[in-house]
């Protein structure tokens, strides 16, 4: 396969960036994404010049380092598929690629397709866990999960914080982020004790790390490759409510 | 107020009042073809004004949390892509603040021209004017076609199984809204 | 030398219980002025930091990847075992122990295996109450798997992730201490340097991948939580950006290299396409609950798997070993699959691959059901292979997967260097010669959770907090010393890249230091590998520069140390004149192709000291006991 990729260039994050025009040549159908661009990245190093700076660390689609809009959708054409994943099959010979870096303002570009999603971590820092101190715990089976609450909890708490939702999100949202966490802890009794202060502090740390408001356009669900639902975002919505007439103390445990 | 100050109590406040309006239109449809007044309603007058209190508090909450949404969004994103596909998303979505604007403009005309009798060219005889009434009703419906649904999910009433029904629902009210106004329009210039 | 492992006398289930009552304690006043380093944010390392935060230490936790929740333990896929016996099906702590020992190959540490089996238990609790949403039975209660190398089922898991489920609660806990203040994260930061003051571990110098600036930390303890090395063959099941830069420079400076040549071989990985491929990705080995391994009987059948009869099938691990069928060991399985490939049995069109076949699974329990169990990597195949295997069987083939081998440590997980603890798979200590599946999360945790908060503070309460700062001289050196470095792999300008070299560095280790090993090989590959190196330094191609983020460079320094360490892997596979676990020398082997121990003059641990990169290490031997378990030869049949 040939390929012509445009990809975004970008010294650092105060520079200007650009699409840069190279040519893949020779690709196999059987490459990832990722290889097909090692091997451009090996051509430009013997020219002299630098390699297209990408995350990546896994390369089997759990990690959530990798992080590219190929063709316009993060992670590119094919559904609930990280870009370690995607397999050059799915494109065309002679066709055009355009790869660019997630766009938000929470998420400044570090250089070319590399960005800080360190905002996500905040807002798991600001409560997204269960307060339980290491040891002193009881026995594992001591309380009981349904099957059912057993099996929600994991559906959402497969999100890999790779960011693709907030890339995809016509309001650089990361609703669907926080909720996945929200929701994970919320479908377990371990996870309910705080579950009204987590919905609070999480949504509000959200705000503050500069991500926009939820508007249900669910552009982040089609781009995520965990297949996590916006249902998850109105279990978040219904946790908010609740918190409300719970009266939520809100403030930070110092 | 740490409600208020919140993302997803806005979208409440926002989603609250906007299904509010939604509602009135309905009413508002309804009572077009069957006249309330005719109906023996007990003590319509201040039930009247009770509903045109909460509508003016609506409008101006929704209006506010909406542009102040809006606008913070606005400032979430940084650069545009140089390609961008949507997948999901639909049209009526993306243009929330443009068919809500045009929807408030609408609105506040429609009561001048109707409520307060301030202009007084109705559509009945001026073309300009039922031009602009069907501009106006298309933005409202529009905003309706996203909204209704929205206000669902906003709320969390919903379920894995039902999210899909009720956007259709939602799609599919604001599409007879639509059809039931444009009528009216369309029936008194005939 | 002869080393001691300071393990505790008196029965082997009181050991730890006497170790805790003699360590010292640092009070909970003073615990804030002493900090600890923490490297690495994988299970180990987030567990370490989590919990020694909470307990009031200032944790300086560093990481190179740009979050704490993607170390690459969130790879693990299929478990976590643990002796709880709740199926009731016969299981106890004293038989974790003992699968685990044999497992090993009576390689390990007694000592370390039972209590490794003992902590088993508080993980399940502590990650049940974190919020881990391990698979449950549909009356609430939790659900487990079998696993290969053991006959109960002991393994706790969360759908095919559990790996990423337990570092997400570990990155929850690490999260909140972050939070509190008590630990300070250095994402995107790598340790390219262990600092000594005295002779002991006093702080670490890093480069930050983001500005490109070597900085210097110090601290009263370091703990390496960094990982496991078997990218050293290149093509592994590791993220690209494992490596063996930490330890290995920590090796340098002192610390005994204990067992490299240690490394596992997984026998279910997707077989390798061409010579593009960046990394191999691994199928869990839970699928061999349900899958069935087999291979054409006739040589270089070139027909698609439906069209072979059942007739003309060698279902070979059943056939081998009845004990344990498709559930051999690791090291076992992974043999076999290398032999009947060898022997031109193949699969597929490379003939390097051999079925994992669900047809009478599908049959027994139905789609829905192996739907639920490995859905994930039913999916996961098809996205790599473009084959559904629902509707043909799997191609599997061996690939790197895992480091027994690693610093070594004492029962105390504190290396020969004072003030240097190490933990996870970055040790040596747990494992023996080969790991058995789902035993790598539990030694992860129960390093970082339950073992380092007592070991630690028996050090610390030994030492003064804050002896050196980062302008001692010693730090200076060492800042020197990396920026040095960095500049010569700038300065080379030559003509390969990192990734050649990698790639070739692989090639020669997998065909001379992989699965079966000999001392002609190995001979090879140790006349091999310093050519390679020394071509390295002379041709290699690093284009940037160090002022910023330059993932060339990032790689030329680790490939830099795997060119290094690989000879040091090699060099002790060649002195261990025996096989055992996941090591192989085909010059021991049984009449019937067997592993075959040397327990007379290979029951120990060797642990190599650094002695120039010119010179030969230095050996040392920590001789194994085994007084709880009969040192047997392992049989699976």
Redesign the interface.
Known sequence: MNLTL?V?RQ??PAEKGR?EQFNAKDI?P???F??ML??VN?GI??D????I?F???????????CSQ?I???PHGP?E??TVC???M?NFKDGGSI?I?PW????FPV??DL?V???A??RI????????????G?????A?????DD??A??DA??C??CGACVA?C????AMLFTASKVT??A??P??QVEAARR??VM??A??QE??????????C???CPKGI???F?????????RA?FKGAR?E??Q | MRFLENTVGRKIVIAVTGQLMAVFAIFHLLGNYFNPYSMKFPDIGSFIWLARLAMLLSFGLHTFFGIQAELENHKARTGPYALKKSISTTFAAKTMIWSGILSGVFIIFHLLNFTFSVIDESFQDNYAVALGYTIGLSAVCLHLYHGIASFFQTMGWNSEKSLSVITMAGKGMALLLFAGFICIVVLNRV | MILDGKCPSGPLSEKWDKRCRELKLVSPANKRRYKIIVVGAGLAGASAAATLGELGYNVEAFCCQDSPRRGHSIAAQGGINAAKNYPNDGDSIFRLFHDTVKGGDFRSREANVYRLAMLSNNIIDQCVAQGVPFARDYAGYLDNRSFGGAQVSRTFYARGQTGQQLLLGAYGALSRQIKAGSVRLHPRTEMLDLVLIDGEAKGITVRDLVTGKIESYSADAVCLCTGGYANVFNLSTNAMGSNVTATYRAYKKGAFFANPCFTQIHPTCIPVSGDHQSKLTLMSESLRNDGRVWVPKMKGDKRPAHEVPEAERDYFLERRYPGYGNLAPRDIASRAVKEVCDEGFGAGSSGRGVYLDFADALKRVGKEKIKERYGNLFEMYEKITGEDAFKQPMRIYPAPHYAMGGLWVDYDLQSNIPGLFVLGEANFSDHGANRLGASALMQGLADGYFIIPYTIADYLARTTPGKAGTDNPEFKKSREDVETFTKKLLSVKGRKTVNEFHRELGRIMWDNVGMTRSEEGLKRALKLVPELRAEFLENVKVPGSGADLNQELEKAGRVADFLEFAELMARDALLRNESCGGHFRAEYQMPDGEAKRDDENFCYVAAWEFSGIDNAPELHKEPLKFENIELAARSYK
């Open positions: 445009f975004w010294k650092g699409l196999s059987e490459m990832s990722l290889e090692d091997t090996e190093i013997k002299g010049k630098e390699p700076a995350d990546h660390d896994c390369r089997e689609g759990i990690c959530g380092m809009v063709n316009g959708v094919q609930k598929t994943q995607l397999h099959r355009y660019e766009r938000a303002r929470a570090i250089k590399i800080d999603r360190s996500l971590d798991i820092q600001a409560g997204g866990y269960i307060s339980v101190h290491t040891g715990v009881p026995d594992a089976n309380v009981l999960v349904s099957n057993a099996d909890a994991m708490s497969e890999i914080g995809a016509p309001n650089g949202s994970h802890l479908m377990l371990q996870g919905v609070c949504t509000e959200m705000t500069g991500f926009g408001n939820c508007s249900n356009h669910y552009e669900q089609a781009a639902r916006v249902q975002i109105a279990k978040l919505n219904r946790e908010f409510i409300q809100r930070s445990p």
